[in-house]
Nanobody
Framework: QVQLVESGGGLVQAGDSLRLSCAAS????????MGWFRQAPGKKREFVAA????????TYADSLRGRFTISRDNSKNTVYLQMNKMKPEDTAVYYC?????????????????WGQGTQVTVSS
């Protein structure tokens, strides 16, 4: 059982950097793979990044690889999303999610727990 709370969203200008955090409850956080997804107005939820339970593996949406970085600190029950050189197209509600099992997935339906999301707005 995991409860997730995202934070760190806000308004930034294109080219800026922003780091999102997702705090998780529960003593079993280290056994869950974690993912970040986002949903822009009028669009479907899309995969952003994911990380295995032990941080041994990460994966990213092709369009975001090299600009976004996912990481986690199991001692703090927290997963992060570092976003650099942000673009207006990054504007969306960002969600963190937890998946049972150590391996990650790019598919939203495979995740068991979700946070309520944090708004990120990038102005041009």
């Amino acid at each position: 059982q995991v409860q997730l709370v995202e934070s760190g969203g806000g308004l930034v200008q294109a080219g800026d950097s922003l780091r999102l955090s997702c705090a998780a409850s529960g003593r079993t956080f280290s056994t869950y793979a974690m993912g970040w997804f986002r949903q822009a107005p009028g669009k479907k939820r899309e995969f952003v990044a994911a990380i295995s339970a032990t941080s041994s593996s990460t994966t990213y949406a092709d369009s975001l690889r090299g600009r976004f970085t996912i990481s986690r600190d199991n001692s703090k029950n927290t997963v992060y999303l570092q976003m650099n050189k942000m673009k207006p197209e990054d504007t969306a509600v960002y969600y963190c999610a937890a998946k049972s099992g150590t391996t990650y997935s790019t598919l939203a339906y495979r995740y068991n727990y979700w946070g309520q999301g944090t708004q990120v707005t990038v102005s041009s």
